[in-house]
């Protein structure tokens, strides 16, 4: 019995360092990515303080949703209930979105890859896509799934994504 005992605290103390060394590193602004809507992978993030976003930035943020009416979406701290989601920047303050059955414009300019679909593919729960033609607001911001664009969950479901519902963004630059 003794070795069995050392062997349980032995595996206790392991999965409890392998726990605090994650929880240390997500304050660090260390993420994973599990999502096929951004690349499958290992973010570093730091806090967002309200700078200006440029088209292609990463952002983290609360979604303005219920996660109880999208059970596709992980629960969460967010709150709707959500986790927070990871998203590329589209359309910056001052863009002209408009969104209809073909797809996202902005400034104009059809979004490859971009209709909305009708139900999500993992759950089948139905989606409303948002329409609407508008400029951008100065504290709005469109984001899109750069990794698997068709069955993304993003603004063209929810609308713009306000500065006040981000967290942070990448601190190290990749190509989307």
């Known amino acids: 019995m003794n070795r069995v005992r050392r062997d349980v605290f032995t595996a206790t103390a392991v999965l409890a360092g392998f726990s605090f060394a994650l929880w240390f590193l997500r304050g660090q602004g260390l993420r994973f990515n599990v999502s096929e809507s951004e690349p499958i992978g290992i973010y570093w993030m730091q806090s967002y303080k309200g700078e200006a976003l440029s088209r292609s930035a990463l952002i983290e943020f609360c979604p303005p949703v219920k996660q109880k009416d ?5 629960a969460g701290n967010c709150d709707g209930g959500t ?3 990871l998203k590329h ?3 910056v303050p001052g863009d002209r979105v408009r969104v209809g059955k073909e797809g996202v414009f902005i400034n104009e300019h059809l979004i490859s890859d971009s209709q909305a679909m009708s139900r999500a593919q993992s759950s089948q729960t139905t989606l409303s896509r948002w329409d609407g033609d508008r400029v951008l607001g100065n504290d709005e ?5 750069a990794g698997d664009s068709k069955d993304s969950f993003d603004s063209r479901y929810f609308g713009p ?7 942070s963004i990448e601190l190290i630059k990749r190509n989307p």
Do not use: N
Not at 141 to 145: D, E, H, L, R, S
Not at 161 to 167: D, F, L, N, R, T
């Open 161 to 167: 994504v306000k500065a006040g519902q981000i967290i």
């Open 89 to 91: 920047v589209i359309g």
């Open 83 to 85: 986790t927070p989601f």
């Open 141 to 145: 911001y469109w984001v899109y799934g």
């Open 70 to 74: 999208f059970p596709f979406t992980s």
